[in-house]
C-alpha cells in the first residue's frame, strides 16, 4: 500500500475586482463653512455704506416728503397733509423760476454737447498723446470747478469792471454778465468739459474698420458721420446731454454769487422761501420744489440709464 506524498492542491483565489467608480465625494464640510463665513464677510461689508446711504439720503428724502405734504393753516397753525405747497410751487414766481431753470439747463446743456463733441473728436483725432492727456485732465479738474470760486472768476474778467470789459470795450455793445447769457457762458466753463470727459470714451469705440468700409463704398466723410457715426454716437450723445441738463439744473452757488435774483431760478426761489427772504412761512413751499426738482431728476436718470446701456452695446 503506497501513500501519495504530494501535498494537496488547493485553489487558487480569483483575483479581487476592481471597486467600481463611484459618485465624488460630497465637499468637506470646512469648506462649505468657509464659504458661508466668506458670504456673511460679504454682507457686512456693505453694512457701513448702505448705513452712510441711509443717512445721507434717505433721511432727507423721508424729511422733505414729510414737509412738501405738510400744510398749515394760516389762522390756527394745525398741520395736515395735503397737496397745498405742490399747487403753489406749480403758480407765479415758482413756476416762473422752474422754467426758467428749465430754459437755462437746455441751452447751457445743448451747447455744451455740440462744443465737447467737437473738441472731444480733435482730441481722438490728434496723433499728439501727450495733447490728449493734457486736455483729458484739464477737463477732470474744470468739470469740478464751480460755486464762488468760478462766479468770482468770471466778475472778475467779463464783470461790468472786468479785465476783458474794459479791454475790449465789451460794456459800449451792452454785454452783460449779470443776465441769462452770462449765465450761460459761465455754465458753460464747466459743462464742456464734463461732455469732453463723457463722450471721449465713445468717440474712441468707433471702428477704424466702419470708415474704411464706408470710404470703400464710396461715401464721403460726411456720409460716414451722417449715416454711420452719429447713429452709433447717438444715444451717448443723449446721454451726455441729459447729464449736462441734471448738471446745470442743480446748480446754485455760481449763479446765487453772481446774479442773485436776478435771473429766476428755481435753487434762488428754494434759498429765498427757506430763509425767509421774500415771504415768512414758506420753508414747506420750498420742500415741495425741492420735491419738484427731484421729479425732473428722476425723468432725467431714467432717459439716461437706458441710453449708457444702449450705447455699452454698441461700442462694446
Known amino acids: 500500500m503506497t501513500t501519495d506524498t504530494n501535498p494537496p492542491r488547493t485553489a487558487a483565489a480569483p483575483p479581487a475586482a476592481a471597486a467600481p467608480a463611484g459618485p465624488p465625494a460630497p465637499a468637506a464640510p470646512a469648506a462649505r463653512t468657509g464659504r458661508r463665513r466668506a458670504g456673511r464677510s460679504g454682507a457686512l461689508a456693505v453694512v457701513p455704506l448702505l448705513l452712510f446711504a441711509a443717512t445721507a439720503f434717505g433721511l432727507p428724502a423721508v424729511a422733505m ?30 413756476l416762473t423760476a422752474l422754467i426758467g431753470s428749465v430754459k437755462l439747463s437746455a441751452t447751457s446743456a445743448a451747447l455744451a454737447a455740440l462744443l465737447g463733441l467737437l473738441l472731444a473728436q480733435a482730441v481722438v483725432s490728434s496723433p499728439l498723446r501727450a ?11 474744470l468739470a469740478n470747478f464751480g460755486g464762488v ?4 472768476a468770471f466778475v472778475a474778467t467779463l464783470g461790468n469792471s472786468g479785465v476783458l ?17 452770462g449765465l450761460v457762458l459761465v455754465y458753460l466753463y464747466f459743462l464742456v468739459p464734463l461732455m469732453v470727459l463723457t463722450i471721449t470714451p465713445a468717440l474712441e469705440g468707433l471702428r477704424v474698420q466702419w470708415r474704411e468700409a464706408a470710404r470703400n463704398n464710396g461715401a464721403t466723410a460726411r456720409q460716414y458721420w451722417l449715416h ?65 426738482m427731484l421729479l425732473v431728476a428722476g425723468l432725467v436718470m431714467a432717459v439716461h440709464l437706458p441710453l449708457q446701456r444702449r450705447s455699452a452695446r454698441w461700442l462694446a
Do not use: C, H, K
Open 149 to 152: 470760486p468760478l462766479a468770482f
Open 228 to 292: 454711420v457715426a452719429l447713429p452709433v454716437l447717438a444715444p451717448s450723445l443723449l446721454g451726455g446731454l441729459v447729464l449736462l441738463f441734471g448738471s446745470a439744473f442743480a446748480a446754485y452757488a455760481t449763479a446765487a454769487a453772481m446774479v442773485g435774483s436776478s435771473v429766476p431760478l428755481v435753487t434762488l426761489q428754494i434759498a429765498d422761501a427757506i430763509s425767509g427772504n421774500v415771504l415768512i412761512g414758506q420753508e414747506n413751499v420750498a420742500l415741495a420744489l425741492s420735491l419738484d
Open 131 to 141: 495733447l490728449r492727456e493734457a486736455v483729458l485732465t484739464a477737463s477732470g479738474v
Open 165 to 181: 470789459t474794459r479791454a475790449l470795450g465789451l460794456a459800449d455793445t451792452g454785454w452783460s454778465l449779470y443776465s441769462f447769457w
Open 65 to 94: 416728503l414729510n414737509g412738501a405734504f405738510t400744510v398749515e393753516d394760516p389762522a390756527t397753525g394745525a398741520a395736515s397733509y395735503g397737496l397745498g405747497n405742490l399747487t403753489a410751487s406749480w403758480q407765479g414766481a415758482y
